[in-house]
């Protein structure tokens, strides 16, 4: 018999804004599962939110990380190890970009916005996940992110987060390769869209929740906890012979023909 039991594991979850947010669905299911949950959230604005949603799962940690700050990552890192001393599980559910960079012509992206969201976007897998390795090599781990179509397809308004999702995307196979032999797995969440505050930020959101609804072959969007599921597979020994990979939890609209 299979079960999901990760009583004994530590889950580092960050990218909580808000009740909608992927991560905060995600961060659910582990706790359901058993698991000890860290949740992470970027800048004072958020702490008072995701300190009321961490009550409703007794024994969670808080803690602030703004992944352009390294010092705020060590600092997850230090109290994790002194509290845990391993972590076994990485959910990454962060992306930003500029307004104007959502908004305008890709091709007028500025340096400074095509930096940004790069490096917050798909820079910081790598550097968290190099930040806290010598947690995730203890036991061996499962790190998942969460990505888009429009890593591989153009998207109307996606623009910069599209380039930032491909890195992303990449940046999966190539820890995938070079994480292996320390038994830690890497995966991709290609999710369809769903809406939360990041969301919101592309223009014409509504309309592509509607076009999606349409095309895809379940003919209806999907929701925040199909992602959480799909992640909490991701995240267990259910999933232990896969790394590398972009799994599409999108209401079956990648493999359409139209
Ligand atoms: P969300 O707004 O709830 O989450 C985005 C998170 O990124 C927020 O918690 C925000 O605080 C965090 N973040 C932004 N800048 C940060 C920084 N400097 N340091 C640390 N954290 C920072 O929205 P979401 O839709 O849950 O987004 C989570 C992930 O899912 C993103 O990578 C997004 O691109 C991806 N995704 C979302 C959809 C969708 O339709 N909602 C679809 C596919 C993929």
């Known amino acids: 018999m299979y079960s999901i039991d990760l009583s004994g594991r530590h889950a580092l ?11 905060w669905a995600i961060a659910q299911c582990l706790h359901q599962a058993g698991a000890e949950l ?17 009550r409703s799962l007794p ?25 845990w001393g391993s972590i076994e599980m990485l959910v990454h559910g962060i ?4 307004k104007e960079d959502l908004e305008g012509a890709f091709v007028a992206t500025s340096r400074d916005g095509f930096q940004l969201a790069l490096e917050v ?10 930040r806290v390795l010598p947690l995730l090599e203890k036991n061996g781990g499962s790190i998942v992110t969460l990505s888009y179509l429009a890593a591989e397809r153009a998207v109307p308004s996606y623009n910069v987060m599209g380039s930032a999702k491909a ?3 990449q940046s999966v196979r190539q820890l995938a390769y070079e994480l292996g032999p320390k038994n830690v797995r890497v995966n991709a969440i290609s999710a369809g869209p769903v809406s939360t505050l990041a969301a919101r930020g592309i223009h014409g959101f509504t309309d592509m929740l509607k ?29 232990s012979g ?17």
């Open 13 to 23: 979850v960050m990218g909580v804004a808000n009740h909608r947010s992927l991560s």
């Open 38 to 54: 860290c949740l992470t959230y970027a800048g004072e604005r958020l702490q008072s939110t995701v300190e009321e949603l961490a």
């Open 59 to 83: 024994g969670v940690i808080v803690l602030e990380c703004d992944v352009t700050r390294d010092e705020t990552i060590d600092a997850v890192a230090k109290t994790l190890g002194e509290r």
């Open 95 to 98: 992306a930003f970009a500029k």
């Open 121 to 130: 976007s798909a820079y910081s897998l790598l550097n968290v996940t190099h």
């Open 167 to 169: 890195v992303l995307e």
């Open 211 to 239: 076009k999606h609804a349409e095309r895809c072959a379940l003919k209806r969007n999907i929701t925040k906890e199909e992602v959480g599921k799909a992640a909490l597979f991701l995240l267990s020994d259910l999933s």
């Open 242 to 258: 896969i790394t590398g990979e972009v799994i599409y939890v999108d209401a079956g609209y990648r493999m359409m023909g139209w």
